[in-house]
């Protein structure tokens, strides 16, 4: 279990924290203080905002057309091949499942605190851990180019 | 009420259900900004690509865990961003050629707010050009290519504290900028 994080140390972590920099013990650590302080919490949201700004300042280009109909058929495939089954827990690959990409506070505790996958190796929550590009894993759901 | 209008947290609920026709109205609402995100953070066409469809299929899968807290659009942004940065720190070749960034491949960096013309977008590219330059370099390596700090401060040859005060002190700004916040 993490040592607890003062207020201070919180908000020195804070930047660290939403550029997904942070070790896993130290996200651990804030997701804990950032689920009990409002006051923190307050200064996340208003910090990630901002990046949200910067995330969505980018210059706009449209994706491949038929990526829409790629994705329709893998999502249908998928569904079909587990049709008996429910909704997965957690990705195939093993790694985290849906409570680590919840959005908000969650999304902050667990998609950022997926560990430097420099340093940390896979992260929690990919579904597609272990590759250099999900450009070489479609052969399934992509035409040939 | 048509799918075209109907809300994101609706959209996703109903992927929840396994509704494919859900999922192409979310996709077509949001796959450009997705897109574009991974596109500038990448900058491989081919490589965007597939985390665009990484990042829809991750929603499709997960739609039922979905907390309707906030926005969407940046919670989608906030995922495609983690996952570039995901790729970006398993390219090895990337990371072993870090220690030295030429000067060409720096100013080479995604300028992110250069082409845009929405009124929007107009407002972030006027409080990042209120950014020292040194502040907004260090912020763009940390936020676009996912560099750690400590990376950062060996590509700029600066101390780490330096680069850690430089990105808060950027994104203080920016806050003040575009939120209307006053000077702490």
């Not at chain 1, 997701?31 to 210059?59: F, I, N």
């Not at chain 2, 396994?18 to 796959?31: G, Q, W």
């Not at chain 2, 953070?41 to 469809?53: E, K, R, V």
Request: glycine content about 6%; proline content about 7%.
């Amino acid at each position: 279990m993490a040592a607890p994080l003062s207020c201070d140390h919180c908000e020195e972590l804070l930047v660290d924290y939403l550029l997904h920099t942070l070790e896993p013990e130290a996200v651990q650590a804030m997701t804990e203080h950032l689920s009990t302080c409002t006051r923190c919490w307050v200064h996340l949201t208003a910090s990630e905002a901002v990046l949200d700004h910067l995330a969505q300042g980018v210059p706009q280009r449209d994706p491949p057309g038929e990526l829409g109909s790629r994705l329709l058929a893998a999502a249908v495939e998928g569904t079909l091949s587990t049709a008996s089954a429910p909704v997965p827990s957690a990705p195939p690959d093993g790694s985290a499942g849906p409570s680590s990409w919840q959005p908000q506070m969650s999304c902050s505790a667990s998609v950022w605190g997926g560990g430097r996958g420099m340093s940390s190796g896979k992260p929690r929550w990919c579904i597609s851990a272990g590759r250099r590009c999900s450009a070489t894993s479609r052969s399934s759901a992509r035409p040939s180019r | 009420m048509n799918d075209a209008h109907s809300p994101d947290a609706s959209l996703l609920a109903r992927m929840a259900q396994r509704d494919p026709k859900a999922l192409d109205m979310f996709y077509t609402r949001h796959a450009r900004a997705v897109f574009s995100l991974a596109l500038t953070m990448l900058g491989d066409h081919a490589c965007a690509t597939d985390l665009t469809q990484d990042v829809f299929l991750l929603v499709w899968r997960s739609a039922g865990t979905y907390q309707p807290t906030g926005s969407a659009r940046a919670w989608l942004l906030r995922l495609t961003r983690n996952r570039a940065i995901d790729e970006l720190r398993r390219d090895r070749r990337r990371l072993a050629s870090e220690s030295t960034l030429s000067e060409q491949r720096f100013h080479a960096l995604p300028a992110p707010l250069a082409l845009t013309d929405a009124a929007e977008r107009q407002a972030v590219r006027d409080a990042l050009a209120t950014l020292p330059v040194e502040q907004r370099d260090a912020l763009v390596l940390a936020f676009f290519q996912g560099l750690s700090h400590q990376e950062i401060a060996t590509c700029l040859r600066t101390p780490l504290g330096t680069i850690k005060a430089r990105i808060r002190r950027a994104l203080q700004t920016l806050r003040q900028q575009l939120q209307g916040e006053p000077d702490p």
